[in-house]
């Protein structure tokens, strides 16, 4: 494919939807599907061919629109109208409410702050088109970031861009993008890869998934971009196997792409070769951590490794590799199109343009939210989300997953970014945002995180293999009411040897969830020590490591 | 013709001015200089593992911890090696491993010539703070010869080292994850059972602790024996 001929394919794309009075999106992302909205996109369908308005309207099976709790989610003329809960005997009564009054029972306000507050870059066209139709995929604008970058555009010039834009790495460290660009471009080896790290395991986070099944092309093309930019010709997506419809809509982006000559050894007529493939993970949630996933791709045992030798340097096959996000990938297409300076408009003084988050846990809008940085936690959580369900009181937000904190209540205006959550004990992490009430208990918070970092240590490193074993066993007790104030003496130090010795981020960062709760909510830890010293103390025995439960009576069977 | 030239650097090690090779490790400029590092899973000849963390430094201006072992001397590097806060850190590790397994010294076959041992009296560790897990793990007598004992496993990985890298064998490896962890032979059959070992004991003798031994009575056939590594290493180095 020429330059010219993708502009053809976009106009063609255009034209193809333009006699349209009207287009019905359905959600065809795993949230929706789980709850059937290829149904209701099939009832559509075969309603309209009942009534033969198949040259009036169209329906489309789309990106994520959002809403991922009220599911299957459709949308009438790119969000004009919104429904919510559709179910397949709905279609019916959709298709005649088209042009006319919306079906009240079934709408959502569109005008709602959850959806007006949001800023899209990344998710732009997401939930707007086909992400299985190329033709619809380049109508919207894919591939034409590459196109003017294979056409104007040296690859200094486009790290420049890159530079200029402010764009931190969105997998959770925020190491600058444009810095990690020109060390790779800058490493001597002929031989360079691109490593899509898509292997999203934070509990609650569902932001790379989101972006790879409602637009796999502008993953492919952002890659394409770096590797233009980087001096690399082959490329690698390492997505989790828990993805399957991530997994399908990749492939699938991948020989469209191919075929298409958007990938390949001549891309768009050019000289310039990238091809991609497809590696899955095993559920390994060291694997995004990336000198494990490397070793993963490679066909070994996904064990991190000390740094340095950087990938950057030294990374796939010992060559040079540039490992980012899916997010960051799909931040690189907007930035060339609109240019570095626009992007850096958004956002703040040090953290860029927009983030995407996961909202999930005790609040009303569950869902995904692109919004920009500099954002307050309190308009996500109070405007965006709706505050907390059943008149319940908040009581904490957990950002950044396993390796982050929670932020209690009085730290809420604080802006998103990357340093702020980082100064209330959290960090920005991959986009997990779990919101808690005042049901919720802490040490149980940091018992379930402390249990999934001990089950998902690699073991190769002593502090994170025996130390998050110890640490779990402590928070269990604890919570359990067979705490003693030596434990949480020793919880401390743990706590303390674990994150400065351990060998990988996952280790470093796994007393996080600990350090937070102690912080914020110390007392809590407090009172279940005091109740279960009182319980020991009433049973008569100080030294029983065994509580003997709120009675205090030691049941023979 | 250009000749190669390896550029020299000087750094501080604990307060005392060295010199090294660009690209050598701290931990190797400090053993070439007497100066005493800590280290359980790193052995010369075998690559780099950095799973022990006992080698960890302090580098001035930085608040985090190097692991000397995998960390390049840099010029101008001003190293402490041993300050109560790595003391502190290292006798908690030391005390983790003792926790994570059952390091019974009294009856171990290795007492007296095992490295976890020594590393606990070197640093004073006369007592582990943390409580034990006593996990019930098994001991797999089925070689004629050999003896593996996961009750005193440290998961340092030598043997698996060695025997993929030294005899090319590869018939010792590690299953599971995390705590459950466990070195296995060739898909987790028995060691007697083992069609891949070839029975030359260099993971034994690499073994820090009693997990690997000879079968034998007397205390002495017990030491391990390991002068074949660095012999090897430099055969290997002279072939290239």
């Known amino acids: ?557 | 013709m250009s000749v190669m030239t390896v550029q020299s650097l000087t750094l501080k090690i604990d307060g005392k001015d060295v010199s090294c090779q660009a690209g050598q490790t701290i931990l190797e400029v400090a053993r070439e200089h007497d100066i005493e590092i800590p280290t359980l899973c790193w052995l010369d000849g075998l690559t780099l593992w950095g799973g022990c963390r006992l080698c960890v430094v302090e580098v001035a201006g930085s608040p985090k911890l190097f692991a000397a072992c995998g960390t390049a001397c840099a010029e101008g590097m001003e190293v402490t090696t041993n300050s109560e806060r790595l003391q502190k850190y290292r006798k908690t590790i030391v005390e983790m491993l003792f926790s994570e397994r059952n390091h019974v010294c009294a009856v171990c076959v290795s007492n007296g010539h095992c490295e976890l041992q020594s590393m606990a009296q070197k640093l004073g560790v006369n007592h582990v703070h943390l409580p034990y897990r006593y996990p019930k793990l098994t001991v797999d007598s089925s070689n004629d010869r050999f003896r593996l004992d996961h009750n005193r496993c440290i998961l340092c990985t030598r043997c698996v080292r060695v025997c993929g890298e030294i005899e090319g064998a590869h018939t010792k490896d590690v299953k599971g994850r995390g705590i459950n962890s466990q070195i296995i032979n060739d898909l987790d059959q028995p060691w007697g059972e083992s069609e891949t070992c070839t029975g030359c004991a260099k993971c034994v003798h690499v073994c820090p602790t009693g997990a690997l031994t000879e079968r034998g009575t007397a205390v002495a056939e017990m030491n391990k024996k390991r002068q074949f590594l660095p012999y090897l290493t430099l055969m290997r180095e002279n072939d290239k």
């Open chain 1, 1 to 557: 494919m020429t330059p010219e001929e993708l502009q053809t394919l976009a106009a063609r794309g255009q034209e193809k939807f333009a006699h349209y009075k009207h287009v019905l999106n359905v959600c065809m992302e795993s949230g929706c599907v789980s709850s059937r909205s290829d149904t209701v996109a099939d009832a559509l369908d075969k309603e309209i061919a009942k009534r033969g308005a198949k040259e009036q309207i169209c329906i489309k099976r789309v990106g994520c629109l959002c809403s991922c709790a009220q599911g299957p989610m459709v949308s009438q003329d790119d969000g004009k109208v919104l429904y919510k809960e559709v179910k397949a005997e709905d279609a019916g009564a959709i298709l005649d409410a088209v042009g006319s009054k919306p079906v009240s029972r079934l709408q959502m306000p569109a005008d709602h702050p959850f959806f007006t507050k949001q800023l899209r870059v990344v998710r732009e066209h997401a939930g707007k088109f086909d992400p299985e139709d190329l033709e619809d995929s380049i109508r919207v604008g894919a591939y034409h970031g590459l196109m003017k970058v294979l056409t104007q555009m040296t690859p200094a010039e486009v790290i420049a861009e890159i530079t200029t834009s402010g764009l931190r790495g969105r997998g959770g460290a925020g190491f600058p993008t444009g810095l990690k660009w020109s060390t790779v471009a800058k490493a001597g080896n002929p031989t360079k890869y691109i490593v899509c790290n898509g292997d999203e395991g934070d509990p609650g986070a569902f932001m790379d998934r989101s972006v790879m099944e409602g637009d796999p092309h502008r993953v492919l093309e952002g890659m394409a971009i770096a590797a233009y930019a980087v001096g690399a010709q082959k490329g690698v997506i390492y997505v989790r196997a828990e993805y399957p419809l991530a997994v399908k809509r990749l492939t699938r982006a991948i020989n469209q792409a191919t075929r298409q000559e958007l990938l390949g050894a001549n891309i768009l007529g050019t000289k310039f070769g990238f091809t991609v493939e497809i590696r899955l993970g095993a559920g390994a949630f060291v694997c995004g951590e990336e000198t494990a996933l490397l070793a993963s791709i490679e066909g070994r045992r996904g064990l991190p490794r000390p740094r340095p030798p950087f990938p950057a340097n030294s990374g796939l096959y010992n060559c040079p590799t540039l490992i980012n996000n899916v997010e960051t990938f799909a931040n690189i297409a907007p930035i060339i199109n609109k240019g570095g300076a626009w992007f850096s408009k958004i956002g703040t003084a040090k953290s860029k343009g927009t983030k995407l988050f996961a909202l999930t846990g005790k609040i009303v809008n569950t869902g995904l939210i692109e919004v920009p940085m500099g954002i307050s936690l309190r308009e996500i959580i109070f405007d965006m989300g709706g505050g907390i369900p059943d008149g319940r009181k908040f009581k904490a937000v957990q950002t950044g997953g396993p390796s982050g904190g929670c932020i209690p209540e009085k730290h809420l205006d604080i802006p998103v970014d990357y340093e702020s959550l980082a100064s209330v004990g959290s960090i920005m992490g991959s986009g997990g945002m779990i919101v808690m009430d005042d049901t919720s208990n802490m040490v149980d918070v940091a018992r379930f995180f402390m249990d999934f970092c001990a089950s998902e240590s690699c073991g190769k490193c002593v502090p994170c293999r025996v130390g998050t074993y110890h640490m779990h066993e402590i928070l269990r007790r604890i919570n359990d009411g067979e705490g003693t104030s030596a434990d949480l003496m020793l919880l401390r130090e743990l706590c303390d040897t674990v994150k400065t010795t351990s060998l990988c981020g996952l280790g470093q960062t796994a007393p996080n969830p600990v350090l937070s709760t102690l912080r914020y909510f110390e007392q809590e830890y407090l009172d279940l020590i005091s109740r279960a010293e009182a319980t020991r103390a009433a049973a008569g025995d100080g030294h029983s490591k065994k509580a003997a439960g709120t009675t205090g009576l030691e049941v023979t069977l």
